[in-house]
């Protein structure tokens, strides 16, 4: 009341006065309705945030799944796994491919295939990748040399095999079963073993061999990497698989990890030492050049894998493996087998400490027969561990 009988009205939100009850009314409708607006908008605005939000994280995850679908794909076209084709179909297509760009006359290209098409179905492999005497030509060589070799211990006879038109890029672990096993059919020890293995099997044979070991029980941790399937594919196998195959044929052999490096600059002494002791024990006499009874060794390392075939010990008692690559091909093999007095050739087998400096290495190496309970036991104990690392 102004006390002149006027009767006046605040507005309960802001403290303004009037003198119309029916003003004030609408004023304080104005303040609800704008309250009404401003908190709608706020939800609006969060409801608004949220769903953006929600559109990012279903975006990030759509983008992280295709970016692991697409590494899966290039893991399995770099290990094979790709259902590409195996060892034929890259033959055939790498031949027609040859015709295409006229280094291949289409009757060769037919006369091949038919070749190639025979020793896959008898299982065998076709030779035409292989180099035989090169052991023998090292050890009529290292006679005559008499600069800084002061020992050199070599493996049985050994044939070198490179990697064809069908398995170019992938075959090296095939090809080095192979050399191995060139090596074990000459030593009559290993008779009884190979009986059914009397002529190099084809990769594709290999592979069928893997799987026969895979269904025995042997190492199913690693069958299940590549689905228990190999046969068909361009798919790479390691150490693990050699020894599977080798025991499951009942030939002895033991696996060893040498899981980092023991020197300098990310060397492996201990493996080079490892491969003097397994050429020298037996064969310590005096002689500089020692063609031992020993298998060669398969040395893995991640991506490629070779064959050793020796060491050599230098006057200033340095080491260097003698290694057979499949990777090398036939022309340059030849050179060792016709090897001259300067042995300017054996660059291509010599691999000095400071060559090998992989993070880790694994080797497979033979030792003798086992019988059908050692073979057992090894197979039921590949199923818990497969390997012994090198510390």
């Known amino acids: 009341d102004t006390g002149d009988g006027e009767q006046l009205y605040e507005c309960p939100m802001c403290s303004l006065t009037c003198t119309n009850i029916e003003i004030l009314e609408e004023h304080v409708d104005l303040?609800?309705?704008?309250?009404?607006?401003?908190?709608?908008g706020n939800t609006r605005d969060l409801e608004l945030a949220q769903r953006l939000q929600t559109e990012e994280d279903k975006r990030q995850r759509s983008e992280e799944e295709r970016r692991e679908r697409e590494e899966f794909r290039k893991l399995q076209r770099q290990y094979g796994l790709d259902n590409s084709g195996?060892?034929?179909?890259?033959?055939?297509?790498?031949?027609?491919?040859?015709?295409?760009?006229?280094?291949?006359?289409?009757?060769?290209?037919h006369k091949r295939k038919t070749d190639m098409m025979e020793c896959l179905a008898f299982g065998i492999d076709d030779g035409k990748t292989k180099t035989s005497g090169v052991i023998e030509a090292l050890c009529k060589y290292y006679q005559n040399e008499n600069k800084d070799v002061r020992h050199v211990w070599l493996s049985a006879g050994v044939d070198h095999f490179h990697s064809s038109l069908g398995d170019r890029g992938w075959g090296c672990g095939y090809r080095n079963f192979q050399m191995l096993l060139s090596s074990l059919l000459q030593n009559s020890l290993y008779n009884d073993c190979l009986r059914d293995t009397t002529l190099i099997p084809s990769i594709p044979k290999i592979q069928s061999m893997i799987e026969d070991a895979w269904r025995e029980g042997f190492d199913p941790h690693g069958a299940s990497h590549f689905n228990n399937r190999l046969h068909g594919s361009k798919a790479w196998i390691g150490a693990c698989e050699i020894y599977s195959l080798l025991t499951s044929l009942r030939i002895k052999c033991q696996i060893l990890d040498f899981h980092k490096p023991t020197g300098p600059m990310g060397t492996h002494p201990r493996l080079f030492e490892w491969v003097l002791c397994y050429y020298s024990t037996d064969n310590e006499g005096g002689a500089k050049v020692v063609c031992t009874s020993k298998p060669p060794i398969y040395l893995q390392h991640q991506g490629h894998s070779r064959t050793v075939v020796g060491i050599e010990e230098k006057r200033n008692k340095t080491l260097c493996l003698l290694l057979f690559d499949p990777g090398c091909p036939s022309q340059e093999m030849q050179k060792l087998v016709k090897q001259t007095s300067d042995g300017t050739s054996l660059k291509l087998l010599r691999k000095f400490m400071g060559s090998l400096k992989e993070k880790q290495y694994q080797i497979v190496a033979v030792d003798g027969v086992l019988s059908l309970e050692e073979k057992a036991a090894r197979c039921h104990a590949s199923q818990v561990l497969t390997s012994e690392k090198i510390p």
């Open 31 to 40: 303040h609800l309705e704008e309250h009404s607006f401003v908190e709608g």
């Open 86 to 109: 195996g060892y034929k179909q890259q033959f055939l297509k790498n031949m027609e491919r040859e015709v295409d760009r006229g280094r291949m006359q289409p009757f060769e290209y």
